[in-house]
């Protein structure tokens, strides 16, 4: 079992999984969102999950909860929500949810975990926000060693998406065996991977019948395997992974989340048309490029705020949306990672989740230099 860490806001576990990919084990998820913690705990069955509000959640109750005694937890990770800075918002600087940022170095404070790391859109850094970054990172500034933010695109890290996403890391002094400066985490020999390669395998055809769950249920092609493929298949952590899902890949190479969306005839022809690359000047949905990467894909909104599907890219080879597999797999999720049973709720996870391969590269570097 490695180091411990918790995740905070974790969403489906996006930074989860990259934490246990990286060599950690996760002990316990906080999640406020009932829906995407029963999805959580599908996916991680044995760490602990609290369906909690984070600022009314203090240190203490988050070790006693997870099981951790002081000093035991080796880091706090976790994606406090950005729709109050990003740029696809209104991006007002009195939104209630930019305050839960302040309370993630609150925890960390509280807790005090080896390492922390949070991540966010690269509208934080925005002058606006200022001050509201200086005063969660006080909290933390007397114990910590903080790096300036690192800008991450996550094609640069080996995924077939250009999804940008800023992350603030720091880490106890002594606590590691060297410094570690933001130049540690540049991945710059990794060879790009684009979408036709990232849906290899995946059905081309999807018909706009299947609507319900077991009619995404659907059987992988033959195809060539890279590693950025073997690993959609395969790289499962102990005592991670939902036991039907990998079965059903494992044993009869079937996945999940195959689900059609329904296109009027007229829709399914400018589609058709639709170049890679290219928006469809109605819908506004862009195209894949086979030879390219996706562009970052985004969670729609919840019912508090509309209940707003956001736009999905089309395939490229076929005149249609894209299905919530194809999204996970564009995402960096593996085949044997399982997601609610509907398209609205599979693509907000997804959506609203940190690419597991940006976090687990970001926090092998970590797992490296931890005493």
Not at 72 to 88: K, N, R, Y
Not at 148 to 159: I, L, N, R, T
Not at 206 to 229: C, H, M, V
Request: hydrophobic share 40%.
């Amino acid at each position: 079992m490695g180091p411990k860490v918790c995740d905070l806001y974790a969403g489906v576990g996006g930074i989860s999984l990259g934490a246990c990919r990286a060599g950690f084990h996760l002990s316990a998820a906080v999640e406020w969102d009932e829906i995407a913690l029963s999805t959580h705990a599908n996916n991680f069955p044995k760490s602990k999950h609290l369906q909690a509000d984070v600022s009314k959640l203090t240190g203490r109750e988050l070790l006693r909860q997870a099981g951790l005694s002081r000093g035991e937890l080796a880091g706090l990770v976790g994606g406090p929500p950005c729709q109050g800075f990003s740029v696809m918002g209104k991006r007002r600087i009195d939104d209630e949810r930019n305050d839960l940022f302040a309370d993630f170095f609150r925890l960390v404070s509280e807790a005090r975990p080896k390492f922390f790391l949070a991540e966010n859109v690269p509208g934080i850094l925005d002058s606006r926000y200022d001050r509201m970054r200086a005063i969660a990172l006080r909290q933390v500034a007397k114990e910590y060693v903080t790096l300036s933010p690192m800008v991450v695109k996550a094609s640069e890290f080996g995924a077939p998406t250009t999804r940008t996403r800023v992350f603030f890391f720091g880490y106890l002094k002594n606590a590691f065996k060297k410094d570690l400066v933001e130049g540690d985490f540049v991945h710059s020999q990794i060879s790009p991977v684009f979408v036709r390669e990232a849906l290899r395998g995946l059905p081309a055809f999807i018909s706009p019948a299947w609507q319900e769950e077991e009619d995404g249920y659907r059987k992988l092609r033959n195809y060539e395997e890279t590693e950025f493929l073997h690993r959609a298949a395969n790289v499962i952590p102990c005592n991670v992974g939902h036991s039907n899902t990998i079965d059903m890949l494992l044993s009869k190479d079937i996945v999940t989340g195959c689900l059609g969306t329904i296109h009027r005839p007229d829709v399914i022809r400018r589609f058709d048309r639709l170049k890679a690359g290219q928006q469809d000047k109605i819908g506004k949905m862009i195209r894949l490029n086979p030879n390219g990467f996706c562009p970052t894909i985004r969670a729609g909104t919840t019912k508090e705020h509309g209940h707003f599907q956001s736009l999905r890219p089309v395939h490229y080879s076929q005149p249609r949306v894209i299905t919530p597999r194809e999204a996970a797999r564009l995402q960096t999720f593996p085949d044997w990672f399982s997601f609610h049973g509907t398209r609205y709720h599979s693509f907000r996870q997804i959506g609203n989740s940190v690419p597991p391969l940006v976090a687990e590269k970001l926090l092998a570097t970590v797992l490296k230099a931890l005493r």
